[in-house]
């Protein structure tokens, strides 16, 4: 049956307008539909089926024949709509060319439509030459005339001014008759991979500028330690090329040659950053120039999956960098130091009064050590200063300094200490604080003190010498006097027996009488009394005379032997104090002589025994009598021992008086301090005493007391070792 159809087919009637059958017209179609899929060549029994299909649809042909086609034609017509709308559906667009001329889209799918409007099926009309530009044309063509597929890419601006990248392939499609007029264009819009891959690109030479252009040196290196790149900061470090580093490991690095130990780190450092671990060393590396030292960072580089595919190692030379701290850090322990030698008290604050720095003497003066002091208030650490707030809250907003002089200070033992108090304002930048400065003046107070006393003394020396030397004329004429007399008496001057003889008077009688009532002995202690006060009044005259502090070898026995003296000849003693029943015992050992200013070391030892004999005494009432001096010791004594050490010689003023409390003891060298009654001392005397030993010769003066045994006050002065003949 199939044999005789491939023998007749039947013929079909025109169409009623008198043109090629319809169906016949899609019978060519479905030929050169199915050439194509064969590749051009013949199928008789594809031919057979198809007119087959086309004689049962027109109701000719034998019944059998329509039993038999009719389904298949249906399914291949199902087949045929499935694979339509897959192409509609698809999301790149497709559309059928023909190359014309003129060029024309003969069909589009839905894709299609929306990249380039409606085709000609809803009436549209496409120009792929303005919408796509001129390369479309003529890679259609070169598609069509050749015979092969053909792949573009093209940009294209769009309406809104945004760029869309396509990439598009031309293939060739023959018609039934072989006409390869018509051509398949399939465009998948790209943009989005395009930009990726632009912004991939642009990434990448941002990344190759940055690495070459940085200013650290970098390295990547295989997992396995192995170096792929080096950037040019590097290379030019170390005066090399890449090509004497690539492929090598780390620790083969020309750098890290002839240093092991710098070697097996990095081997240990680019393990630990294989394995996922981050490392930081520093590297010192020796170069022909010096040594160098580099901060280094050795990171894992992981990839999307979370694999480790590099290891970045970072050097950054810091060798600047250190040397500047060092140096920083050398001259912040200079100022430190300077800070903690200064004999003052610094401490710095900053805007709100909270102390930034301690220095070692305001540690001594609080007790309270720097790392304590920090970050306190500055009131708080020094309350004994009641205006140091207000103080340091001005110097800040005038940006000026403040003082206070003079501020009293108790110390634990009761002592008062004098201090000047300064604060200097400190801006830096909008940073703002001041620095407090805190001086003992005590010595300098007692000065000012003294020097009023002084002056106050030296009125009173002028005056007394004055007296000497009003008291030195009579006083002349008195010993004068008294040396004429002895002569005048005397039986061996033969002028004496004369006058004598010539008046009728026996001069052997005379002196008879004058030994028998001992009116020479009066007369011989009229004669010692003078010399005494002649003694007396050149004592004061040399003790009243101002001191020109020149130094020059003296006797200490001498020196002692006068100071009793005057003490013995003191007015205030003698009447107030009855010198005279003190017993006096001294002790001298031979010494050298001392180089000292004979008047302040004169001045201190009469400060000393005028002390020691007023220790004895104690204002007492008695009946009848009112305020009288008491004497508080049966046998008052004090006893001046000289004595050689080492380096000294010591003057030892001890007495057996009452003594003194510790608490005494340990304050009795403070200006103005006394333990005697009001009106009866200015509480000058051992300090000014002091200040000469300690500070005018170099030399000690010490005190040891106790309550019922006495006092000894010891000076020491430094001795040139020659000894006095």
Same mark, same amino acid.
């Given at each position: ?8 087919? &039947? ?87 023909? @190359? ?21 099926? #809803? ?41 869309? +990248?396509? #990439? ?5 499609? &023959? ?33 190759? =500028? =940055? ?42 690095? %020309? ?10 780190? $990095? ?48 050097? *950054? ?6 040397? !500047? ?23 710095? +604050? ?11 003497? $305001? ?8 790392? #304590? ?6 009131? !708080? ?7 140091? *707030?207000?103080?340091?809250? /001005? ?19 009761? *002592? ?17 604080? $001041? =620095? ?72 052997? !009688? ?77 002790? /001298? ?80 060298? #403070? ?10 001392? @200015? ?22 007391? !106790? ?16 000894? %006095?003949?």
């Amino acid at each position: 049956m199939m044999q005789d159809s491939r023998k007749k087919q &039947p013929d079909l009637p025109p169409d009623s307008q008198g043109g090629e059958h319809p169906l016949r017209a899609g019978q060519a179609i479905s030929s050169g539909a199915a050439d194509a899929a064969s590749g051009g060549s013949s199928a008789p029994q594809e031919d057979l089926q198809y007119r087959d299909a086309v004689s049962s649809l027109i109701g000719l042909g034998e019944k059998s024949l329509r039993k038999s086609y009719y389904p298949e034609l249906r399914r291949k017509i199902a087949e045929l709509d499935v694979f339509r709308r897959m192409v509609d559906h698809a999301s790149d667009a497709m559309l059928l060319l023909r @190359t014309g001329p003129p060029l024309a889209v003969t069909h589009l799918n839905s894709a299609a439509r929306r990249l380039l409007g409606p085709g000609p099926e #809803e009436g549209g009309s496409i120009d792929l030459a303005a919408q796509l530009g001129p390369r479309v044309e003529a890679a259609l063509l070169a598609s069509s005339k050749g015979g092969r597929s053909k792949r573009l890419t093209l940009h294209v601006q769009q309406a809104d001014g945004a760029e869309l +990248v396509l #990439e598009a392939s031309f293939s060739p499609m &023959p018609s039934a008759e072989g006409d390869p007029g018509q051509v398949i264009m399939v465009a998948r819009d790209v943009t989005a991979g395009f930009r990726a891959e632009r912004s991939l690109r642009e990434s990448e030479e941002r990344f190759r =500028v =940055v690495f070459e252009q940085s200013m650290q040196h970098v390295v990547v290196l295989s997992p396995e330690g192995l170096i792929l790149r080096a950037n040019q900061s590097l290379l030019s470090e170390f005066a090399i090329s890449f090509d004497d580093l690539r492929g090598q490991r780390l620790s083969d690095a %020309p750098w890290l040659r002839n240093m092991p130990e710098m070697a097996r780190n $990095a081997e240990s450092d680019v393990s630990s950053a294989s394995a996922g671990v981050s490392v930081r060393r520093l590297y010192p590396v020796r170069l022909p120039s010096g040594q160098l030292f580099f901060d280094c960072s050795f990171k894992p580089v992981r990839d999307d999956a979370g694999r480790i595919i590099h290891v970045v190692v970072e050097a *950054r030379d810091i060798t600047a960098l250190l040397e !500047a701290e060092n140096e920083s850090r050398m001259l912040r322990g200079l100022l430190t130091n300077v800070v903690d030698s200064m004999p003052s008290v610094l401490a710095a +604050v900053d805007a709100a009064g909270r102390v930034i720095q301690w220095n070692r003497e $305001a540690e001594r003066l609080t007790g309270t050590s720097a790392r #304590e002091a920090m970050g306190r208030p500055v009131e !708080a650490m020094l309350p004994h200063v009641a205006s140091l *707030r207000s103080m340091v809250r /001005y110097s800040m907003a005038e940006q000026r300094p403040m003082a206070e002089s003079k501020v009293p200070r108790t110390l634990p033992g009761g *002592r008062v200490v004098y201090e000047d108090v300064t604060v200097y304002p400190l801006s830096t930048g909008h940073d703002q604080g $001041a =620095v407090i400065r805190i001086d003992d003046v005590s010595d300098k107070v007692l000065m000012e003190q003294t020097m009023v006393q002084a002056e106050k003394m030296l009125s009173v020396g002028g005056l007394a010498a004055g007296m000497a030397h009003e008291i030195n004329n009579p006083l002349g004429a008195v010993v004068q006097g008294l040396q004429n007399v002895f002569r005048r008496l005397d039986p061996a001057v033969d002028r004496n027996s004369t006058v004598a003889a010539a008046l009728g008077c026996d001069l052997h !009688a005379m002196d008879a009488y004058m030994r028998e009532r001992k009116i020479y002995r009066i007369l011989e202690g009229m004669r010692e009394a003078s010399m005494r006060a002649a003694d007396i009044v050149r004592n004061m005259l040399t003790f009243s005379r101002k001191s020109d502090m020149s130094r020059s070898s003296c006797d200490l026995h001498a020196m002692m032997d006068s100071v009793i003296s005057l003490a013995e000849a003191d007015y205030d003693l003698k009447k107030h104090y009855d010198f005279k029943r003190i017993k006096l015992v001294r002790l /001298y050992e031979p010494v050298p002589l001392i180089a000292c200013n004979k008047t302040e070391v004169e001045q201190v030892l009469l400060n000393l025994l005028r002390n020691a004999a007023q220790s004895f005494y104690a204002v007492g009432t008695i009946a009848g009598s009112g305020t009288k001096r008491v004497l508080l010791c049966h046998e008052p004594v004090i006893t001046v021992r000289i004595r050689k050490a080492e380096r000294y010689v010591y003057v030892d003023v001890e007495d057996n008086g009452p003594g003194m409390p510790e608490d005494v003891t340990l304050r009795v060298f #403070e200006p103005f301090f006394t333990t005697k009654a009001p009106g009866a001392g @200015t509480g000058l005397g051992l300090s000014v005493s002091y200040f000469i030993i300690t500070r005018n010769h170099k030399g000690t003066m010490t005190v040891t007391s !106790a309550p019922g045994r006495g006092s000894c006050f010891t000076v020491g002065l430094p001795h040139n070792g020659s000894t %006095p003949e």
